[in-house]
């Protein structure tokens, strides 16, 4: 059984960080394609960063230069540091795990599995 769960949201001021955390049980991150995504109500779910595993990692632009995602192999764990955050990141932010290797990261309907999402209001 494989399970998801994020962490780490909460409310902070612009300018703030804030770290998010994805524990993953049942499954290997070490071995797969792990991403984060985000989504307002109202609008599409939006890829935000994303790992592989050629070792490549991929930003939104709208993020490049402020987030930065990272794992923990031996944790099983999946981060996102938020840096300079604004407003407009204000979203629910979901952890997604199992990509084909050869598919684009930004795309959701790639991934298998899904956490059930942690708030981030920025205001």
């Known amino acids: 059984h494989v399970q998801l769960v994020e962490s780490g949201g909460g409310s902070v001021q612009v300018g703030g960080s804030l770290r998010l955390s994805c524990k993953v049980s049942?499954?290997?991150?070490?071995?797969?394609?792990m991403g984060w995504f985000r989504q307002v109500p109202g609008k599409e779910r939006e890829g935000v960063a994303a790992t592989d595993t050629y070792g490549r990692i991929n930003y939104a632009d709208s993020v490049k230069g402020r987030f930065t995602i990272s794992k923990d192999n031996a944790k099983n764990t999946l981060y996102l540091q938020m840096n300079s955050l604004k407003p407009e990141d204000t979203a629910m932010y979901y952890c997604?795990?199992?990509?084909?290797?050869?598919?684009?990261?930004?795309?959701?309907?790639?991934?298998?599995?899904w956490g059930q999402g942690t708030q981030v209001t920025v205001s």
């Open positions: 997604a795990a199992d990509r084909p290797r050869d598919t684009w990261w930004g795309s959701d309907r790639a991934y298998t599995y």
């Open positions: 049942g499954y290997n991150i070490g071995r797969n394609c």
